[in-house]
T-cell receptor, first 109, second 114 residues
Framework: KNEVEQSPQNLTAQEGEFITINCSYS?????LHWLQQHPGGGIVSLFM???GKKKHGRLIATINIQEKHSSLHITASHPRDSAVYIC???????????FGAGTRLTVKP | DGGITQSPKYLFRKEGQNVTLSCEQN?????MYWYRQDPGQGLRLIYY???????QKGDIAEGYSVSREKKESFPLTVTSAQKNPTAFYLC?????????????FGEGSWLTVV
């Protein structure tokens, strides 16, 4: 079993739909990261959160530490949201992070 | 603008050759990382460095080498000992460790063995 599991692996949505991507992890953490990888390969950090909820524009990230689960929501999805979304969890023993395999999101106009 | 610059974007390596991927950051970050990404898999750590002149092996360090002579630079050499080097390589940095700090990534380098 992977230490960081994401679901779904692939997601296709129509423009305007509400999107949810899930991340479950088994390693202990201090903060979980949500990342966005564009088709060209570059990665940007969307959120870093250790409790509760964070919101940035149409993106919302939540985390439940007790259940070791986090979700990334996209409201009013748009074709420009099409990307791979990755969750990552730092290991406490060193500065390594464990990454999920990513969720490939395609938003159709 | 501050950020991480990786070069080259695309690189072709012949069998038996060593190649070096460049990573430069002007964010004044102490920690730098090299990751490898293969299709359908999560990023895997090759090497990381928390301070100049010090670096640690990650999960898949075999066949790779790094140096950290300057704070802003963390080049990765893919040696001929790496038997399956074709992959996408990402360099990253953070202020200190990744546990409580935002991590910044470069645009990545595609390496293909020909």
């Amino acid at each position: 079993k992977n230490e960081v599991e994401q679901s779904p692996q692939n997601l296709t949505a129509q423009e305007g739909e509400f999107i949810t991507i899930n991340c479950s992890y088994s390693v202990g953490i201090s903060a979980l990261h949500w990342l966005q990888q564009h088709p060209g390969g570059g990665i940007v950090s969307l959120f870093m959160l250790s409790s509760g909820k964070k919101k940035h524009g149409r993106l919302i990230a939540t985390i439940n530490i007790q259940e070791k689960h986090s979700s990334l929501h996209i409201t009013a999805s748009h074709p420009r949201d099409s990307a791979v979304y990755i969750c990552a969890v730092p290991q406490s023993s060193n500065n390594d992070m464990r990454f999920g395999a990513g969720t490939r999101l395609t938003v159709k106009p | 603008d501050g950020g991480i610059t990786q070069s080259p974007k695309y690189l072709f390596r012949k069998e038996g050759q060593n190649v070096t991927l460049s990573c430069e950051q002007n964010l004044n970050h102490d920690a730098m990382y090299w990751y490898r990404q293969d299709p359908g898999q999560g990023l895997r750590l090759i090497y990381y460095s928390q301070i100049v002149n010090d670096f640690q092996k990650g999960d898949i360090a075999e066949g790779y080498s790094v140096s950290r002579e300057k704070k802003e630079s963390f080049p990765l050499t893919v040696t001929s000992a790496q038997k399956n080097p074709t992959a996408f390589y990402l360099c990253a940095s953070s202020k200190q460790g990744s546990a409580g700090n935002t991590i910044y990534f470069g645009e990545g380098s595609w390496l293909t063995v020909v």
